[in-house]
């Protein structure tokens, strides 16, 4: 079976690897995930490259275990090789390595920082959507709110005598 998404990731991180499969499925994006969908007894780097070769894009779960993992960088560089677009979905404040900046250096990044963790996954699940060309809810429209208007009297000019009746007798022709 072929799927759409390969997801990258230190297995530290794996809870929030879960985490976002976990959602992607759930919108309907199939998923490769290791060691969930890896063939037993298949040896386990074929498994993966073939894992990447079916996929469109890669979600690289990133952090600073990521980023000194030799697996996830063998994973992202294949995925690069296979012109998969990698899209880093980064849940620690950590810059890459020069070894993984040179794969990482272009793609736009997801950062996922600050809590709560779902409402970055919902944002990395319709980026990804989006990049399947999968149609996306767009938000609700915000309400209308039906706008009052107050009815106001034309303005008429005060006669009496007064500031505005002497700038007015500069303006007027002269009564008579």
């Known amino acids: 079976m072929a799927h759409d998404v390969f997801?990258?990731?230190?297995?530290?991180d794996k809870?929030?690897?879960?985490?976002?499969?976990?959602?992607?499925?759930?919108?309907g994006v199939r998923c490769w995930i290791a060691p969930r969908d890896a063939l037993g007894g298949a040896h386990w780097a074929a498994s993966i490259v073939e894992a990447i070769r079916?996929?469109?894009?890669?979600?690289?779960v990133f952090s600073s275990h990521a980023d000194r993992s030799r697996q996830v960088m063998q994973e992202v560089e294949r995925a690069v090789h296979n012109g998969l677009v990698v899209l880093p979905f980064?849940?620690?404040?950590?810059?890459?390595?020069?070894?993984?900046?040179?794969?990482?250096s272009a793609?736009?990044?997801?950062?996922?920082?600050?809590?709560?963790?779902?409402?970055?996954?919902?944002?990395?699940?319709?980026?990804?959507?989006?990049?399947?060309?999968?149609?996306?809810?767009?938000?609700?429209?915000?309400?209308?709110?039906?706008?009052?208007?107050?009815e106001v009297p034309p303005h008429t000019f005060d006669r009496r005598p007064g500031l505005l009746g002497r700038i007015r007798s500069f303006f007027d022709p002269p009564d008579g």
Do not use: N
């Open 54 to 60: 079916g996929c469109r894009v890669m979600v690289v």
């Open 90 to 104: 980064r849940i620690e404040d950590v810059r890459p390595t020069a070894g993984m900046e040179l794969f990482l």
């Open 7 to 12: 997801i990258s990731y230190s297995s530290v």
């Open 107 to 150: 793609p736009h990044w997801l950062d996922a920082l600050t809590p709560p963790l779902e409402a970055h996954i919902d944002v990395l699940v319709t980026t990804v959507r989006r990049l399947l060309g999968e149609p996306v809810a767009e938000a609700s429209p915000l309400p209308v709110v039906p706008r009052r208007f107050v």
């Open 15 to 27: 809870p929030t690897a879960d985490a976002v499969c976990g959602h992607l499925e759930k919108a």
